[in-house]
């Protein structure tokens, strides 16, 4: 299934590196998430984009910075990052954020490791 | 704070046995109820979802779940599971609340044994 794609697929970096996380969507959607996996843990959700607008941000430290420049594409900018952000980044989209029947659909996951 | 509960973290289980997972969720109002299925490499794939009326829902790969909301539950079952079948197994809910973040269980390890 190639409805929301993800890149890179694998990300090693260091402390005092900066990267950006890549996310698409190619299911017409409006809605956009961005989830954080970690071993042991339950899905945690990071931010929510509706329309290109963030609606939600789930305390998340500020070196995740999201980007949402339209609706099919949404990015998660990462600086100084630490070793225990290591974790799968996982992309996700629905039709109307705040729909009562809406479904969510995930893309591949990027695998982070901070050194 | 609502919460998402799944029973087991791992499961074993020979080829053609049946299997039930149990989730729980602790939140009074109207709830959207999901399972997603994570099989070894691939990503988050929809098994099935419940949204109101027949409180069982079918889903894919022969999947199912009951909604039984005076327990506040929404159990996976499948009656005989296949070797395909191992994967991490997520139960999700949404409240009306908050329509969109879903909030997911810890996650149970299905390992079906050929």
């Known amino acids: 299934e190639t409805g929301v794609t993800q890149t890179p697929r694998h990300l090693v970096m260091g402390m005092t590196n900066k990267k950006s996380l890549k996310c698409e969507q190619h299911?017409?959607?409006?809605?956009m998430y961005w989830y954080k996996q970690s071993a042991k843990k339950p899905l945690e959700l990071m931010f929510v984009?509706?329309?290109?607008?963030?609606?939600e941000n789930n305390s998340v430290p500020s070196r995740f910075s999201p980007e949402c420049p339209n609706s099919s594409h949404l990015f998660l900018h990462l600086h100084t990052l630490q070793p225990e952000d290591s974790a799968l980044y996982l992309c996700a989209s629905s039709q109307d954020g705040t729909g009562r029947t809406d479904t969510q659909y995930f893309g591949p996951g990027t695998r982070l490791t901070v050194l | 704070a609502q919460s998402v509960s799944q029973h087991n973290h791992h499961v074993i289980l020979s080829e053609a046995a049946s299997l039930e997972l149990g989730c729980n969720y602790s939140?009074?109002?109207?709830?959207?109820l999901f399972w997603y299925v994570q099989y070894p490499g691939q990503h988050l794939q929809l098994l099935l979802k419940y949204f109101s009326g027949d409180p069982l829902v079918k889903g894919i790969k022969g999947f199912e779940a009951e909604f039984i909301k005076s327990k506040f539950s929404f159990n996976l079952r499948k009656p005989s599971v296949q070797w395909s079948d191992t994967a991490e197994y997520f139960c999700?809910?949404?409240?009306?609340?908050?329509?969109?973040?879903?909030?997911f269980g810890a996650g149970t390890q299905v390992v079906v044994t050929p």
């Open positions: 299911l017409g959607h409006n809605a």
């Open positions: 999700a809910v949404v409240t009306t609340d908050s329509w969109g973040k879903l909030q």
């Open positions: 939140y009074g109002g109207t709830v959207n």
């Open positions: 984009y509706n329309f290109k607008e963030q609606t």
